[in-house]
């Protein structure tokens, strides 16, 4: 599903230890976000409730971030309870194969919608050792591109990738393709022992044809998370006019 406002662009990333801070991030920031992400930690810590908070405390939509990689038969029961909770977007990594992803495709029956994982923003080239199974000389880019092109090809919803990615999986796709970016930063912030790699700021993404950016320490680590939030909207919204 395409987004509407640039608010719908905007997911924030619920990467917290607990579910009573969790509840506490989708309170204060309902309003101004268009998505919450439940990833591993909180999923594996809190379970279903994560999702059901979201759902008790906004309007948002909920974007169940587990990366499933197993075998078809797992990964399709996986996405059936998946589907069941109202989750909007789920990830499937890529590099589970073919009969994974289209066992993903089939359990989600056109409600919950199956993003692809290619290759993780916080990996680089260095990362593509021929010891672990790598081609010798393979580049980030070209394993991204690979398995988006089967993703493309198997039928996903889009792909988590970097603000890097965007343009060419968009040309690839002929537009669309929903691409979903993490990794953002502000221009005018750090984040503190940050481990990712292949980062981009709003506006870059949203420039080059990003649909959805995920935030997380940006808004999380802010003075002001509500106030944060608003700010990258805007940003957007800038972008999108630009």
Excluded: N
Excluded at 10 to 21: G, S, Y
Excluded at 60 to 78: G, Q
Excluded at 129 to 147: C, F, I, K, N
């Amino acid at each position: 599903m395409t987004p509407q406002t640039p608010q719908d662009r905007l997911i924030f990333a619920l990467d917290v230890p607990d579910l009573d801070r969790a509840v506490d991030h989708i309170k204060t920031l309902g309003d101004s976000v268009g998505c919450f992400k439940v990833g591993l930690e909180l999923f594996i810590r809190a379970g279903v409730d994560a999702i059901r908070a979201v759902r008790d405390h906004s309007d948002a939509a909920v974007f169940l971030d587990l990366k499933l990689h197993d075998i078809p038969v797992t990964v399709e029961r996986a996405v059936t309870a998946a589907r069941e909770h109202g989750v909007q977007f789920l990830t499937v990594h890529c590099g589970g194969g073919e009969a994974m992803v289209q066992a993903a495709l089939k359990a989600a029956g056109g409600t919950t919608q199956i993003l692809g994982v290619t290759v993780l923003t916080s990996m680089t080239g260095r990362d593509l050792d021929p010891a672990w199974g790598y081609s010798d000389g393979l580049t980030v880019h070209e394993l991204v591109m690979d398995r988006v092109l089967m993703g493309r090809d198997l039928g996903l919803t889009g792909f988590v990738c970097s603000g890097e990615e965007v343009e060419d999986i968009k040309k690839q796709s002929g537009g669309p393709l929903l691409t979903v970016v993490p990794g953002i930063r502000l221009a005018d912030g750090t984040v503190t022992g940050d481990d990712q790699s292949r980062i981009t700021t709003p506006t870059d993404a949203i420039q080059r044809g990003a649909d959805y950016l995920v935030v997380g320490r940006p808004i999380r680590d802010a003075k002001d998370p509500q106030d944060a939030a608003r700010r990258i909207v805007d940003e957007i919204a800038h972008a999108l006019k630009a």
